[in-house]
């Protein structure tokens, strides 16, 4: 009588393990369940490289909108490239990490948080963020034509359908004209 019973009990203390462990996967990301996951990643250092990569697109459009103005300083590229550098150098990092935090424990549980370190910590996830700072320069780097085109349309399509309401108001609006005092 007394086998039954202990085989009984051994049956049910390691379903109540086994139960936990799986209640404890699906609970919901703790914070040091992200910070783990955001370290693996080197999130800090990722966002870092990402930052100095932006820093030269950034550099490469302040060099063509300086050849299409006229009459700026000489020094004007030089100027607004320090400005540019220095609003990338004074991004608040660890403000930024601290705000995705509760973003990533909203969408993942503690076993999707687990399984992410232990793939970005395995030699292909750290390939992965080795790699993804070039991968983002360049993706940047290649989508920069087409997305500049795609902003030139839109703004010509905007510019468009203003002179189209112009046109189809012919005056009839109530607005005060900018000449015209109150």
Known sequence: MKRPALVLLACLLFASISFAQQNDANAPASKADVERFLDAMHTRDMTKSMMNAMTVQ???????????????????????????????????????????????????????????????????GEKMVKEMPAIMSESMQAASGILQEMMAKMTQRVNDEIAQMQKSDDGKSNKPSPSTPN
Request: glycine share 2%; charged share 25%; aromatic share 8%.
């Open 58 to 124: 950034m550099h490469k459009m302040v060099h063509e909108q300086v050849l299409k103005q006229p009459n700026l300083p000489a020094d004007s590229e030089e100027r607004l490239n320090k400005l540019t550098d220095s609003v990338y150098k004074e991004m608040p990092v660890d403000e930024l990490i601290d705000v995705m935090i509760p973003v990533y424990q909203k969408h993942f549980t503690k076993g999707d948080m687990d399984a992410l370190v232990a793939f970005y910590s395995s030699p292909t």
